[in-house]
């Protein structure tokens, strides 16, 4: 004997329709109490901030314009804006960038590229770090203030 509940798809798929349906009250009785919390899912991670991509596009988009011109690509110097861009993308990707390695995300000669560290470094935009394990070696990074102008400036 069939009811129209039961013959309904949505109830053909349900085990608690018609005539084997249990009360509830007896299958809350049957299983026994969670001793646990649920299980939290974790949510995707977020990609990274829309400044960080931002950042990275048009550091790239530099390095190809340097490459297109080549030896003409100072024509379009901004070593120090260059240098902000990939500590700026160092810091987010958690990075050491050495001074060396500084003064060759400028575009511009090495001389050139020490001056800007110093000219930072002055104004407060980027910090030098001795190297624990070299001496001879110095690190530079962003300060904070750095960081949140670059942010803004890529809004």
Not at 110 to 134: H, Y
Not at 143 to 155: D, I, N, Y
């Amino acid at each position: 004997m069939s009811s129209a509940i039961i013959d309904s798809p949505a109830a053909r798929h349900d085990p608690m329709a018609g005539d084997a349906a249990a009360p509830a009250a007896d299958i809350d009785a049957a299983m026994p109490a969670a001793e646990t919390e649920p299980a939290v899912v974790d949510a995707a991670p977020p990609g990274p901030p829309p400044s960080l991509i931002r950042a990275r596009r048009a550091f790239a988009a530099r390095r190809r314009r340097q490459q297109v011109f080549g030896d003409r690509a100072d024509l379009f110097g901004e070593p120090a804006w260059d240098m902000l861009l990939d500590l700026y993308i160092a810091l987010h990707e958690d990075k050491p960038v050495t001074v060396s390695n500084a003064c060759l995300s400028s575009g511009a000669a090495t001389t050139t590229g020490l001056r800007w560290v110093a000219t930072l470094a002055e104004r407060g935009l980027v910090e030098r770090i001795p190297d624990p394990k070299d001496g001879r070696r110095y690190f530079v990074r962003l300060t904070a203030e750095a960081s949140a102008l670059v942010e803004r400036a890529l809004e």
